[in-house]
């Protein structure tokens, strides 16, 4: 199996930055592609980004994110982080680490994703 904790989230102003982590077990991880999602209080989970297993590290980005979300891993310490900078408002949700143990047509999905962490509160404040 494959579990996913994650940490870092928190209270910070708007135009404020956070890193959140997300450690992760299982002797499969170097494959795994891993990504992150989020769930704002009453709306559906939505997908902020995603990093490949394979070389070269491809990544993946929602709209709303890209440009001030960076997402990238470190396999030797079975991690993945995401670099918040310029938070909004409406960044404010609790972000899920996820993992994809195979290639997908769809990684906007939630349904593609096999394992998910107990999630972390981020709280941007204007």
């Known amino acids: 199996q494959v579990q996913l904790v994650e940490s870092g989230g928190g209270l910070v102003q708007a135009g404020g930055s956070l890193r959140l982590s997300c450690a992760a077990s299982?002797?499969?991880?170097?494959?795994?592609?891993m990504g992150w999602f989020r769930q704002a209080p009453g709306k559906e989970r939505e997908f902020v980004s995603r990093?490949?297993?394979?070389?070269?590290?491809?990544?993946y980005y929602a709209d709303s994110v890209k440009g001030r979300f960076t997402i990238s891993r470190d396999n030797a310490k079975n991690t993945v982080y995401l670099q918040m900078n310029s938070l909004k408002p409406e960044d404010t949700a609790v972000y899920y680490c996820v993992a994809d143990p195979g290639p997908t047509p769809n990684y906007k999905s939630v349904a593609t994703y096999d394992y998910w962490g107990q999630g972390t509160q981020v709280t941007v404040s204007s």
């Open positions: 299982g002797r499969t991880f170097t494959t795994y592609a």
């Open positions: 990093i490949s297993s394979w070389s070269g590290y491809r990544t």
